[in-house]
């Protein structure tokens, strides 16, 4: 009976101490309650990962980039910190003397960003999150549109069919990039955000001043280009081996293109030359980033 009592009277003591704490404000918070760390992002690749129809740009010797951009929405998140944003305007995946590209303008392709940001410590086993848009440039899309933004069908057509035809050959490329930066960042998720179409074909034809300047048979081919370009980019990461996860983003573009009611992509049709047309503006980059946030948890890449 004795031992019986004393446990009455510690356990009686615990309550005290507890009504006091709660007294004075004082609660102890489980380990759990904690705020986690937050997500390490890195960034790389093209115009649409470096922020092109966003807003203004920043240019240095050479590589530009907009504020405003998917990535920096992203990086608006409590749960994320931005590391770095290497994509370039431009980029390509990689740049071969023996065979160059048409498209390359000097901007650092997507293989010297990752060398960059592996040498600089930006990309590392600390790493918990990379995106990247890249493959379109490489793919001849600056091609497709020169020469389906004409009343010319046929060289349209001419143009997607080769495009398509040789995607078979970009596939290899693109996985070869997951692969680097997995090498470079191995504990990351890499999310591989695809292309939006560009196109409405329903409203029909793109006029200018009475003349037809997109007809609808060019905006479908067009919309082809991308779709096949995507279906390249998802069998690559699927192939890739790699932590890497395909993001489309066309349903919810739909609705929004650059001939639509409330478009999300630029085309200003006084300056046809623009570096912005064909890009994202804010809204289209602000689906770019729900689209991504949606398809990745970041609470699952938080470092336990």
Known sequence: ???????????????????????????????SAAPPPPVDYVALGDSYTAGTGAGGTVRDAVCWQSKGGYVDLVDASTKVVLEANAACHGAILVYDPANPSPFYNGSPTVQEQIAGLYLGGALSGSTDL??????????????????????????????????????????????????????????????????????????????????????????????????????????????????????DVTKRFLGHAVNSDNPWIVLNLADPGSDANFHPNAAGHQAYASALLAKVNLSKLVKQ
């Open 130 to 247: 990379v995106s990247i848009t890249a493959g379109a440039i490489d793919a001849g899309s600056l091609l497709a549109l020169r020469n389906c933004s004409t009343p010319d069908t046929q060289v349209c057509a001419a143009t997607v069919a080769a495009i398509i035809q040789n995607l078979p050959v970009l596939e290899p490329a693109l996985e070869a990039t997951y692969q680097a930066i997995q090498a470079s960042a191995p504990n990351a998720t890499i999310a591989v955000m695809g292309y939006p179409r560009l196109f409405d074909p329903s409203a029909g034809d793109i006029v200018v001043g009475g003349v037809t300047v997109v007809p609808v048979a060019n905006q479908l081919a067009v919309n082809a280009a991308v779709d096949a370009l995507n279906a390249t980019i998802a069998k690559a990461v699927a192939d890739s081996g790699t932590n890497a996860v395909f993001i």
């Open 1 to 31: 009976m004795a031992k019986h009592h004393g446990r009455r009277r510690i356990l009686a003591s615990a309550g005290s101490f507890a009504a006091l704490a709660l007294t004075l404000g004082f609660t102890a918070l489980p380990a």
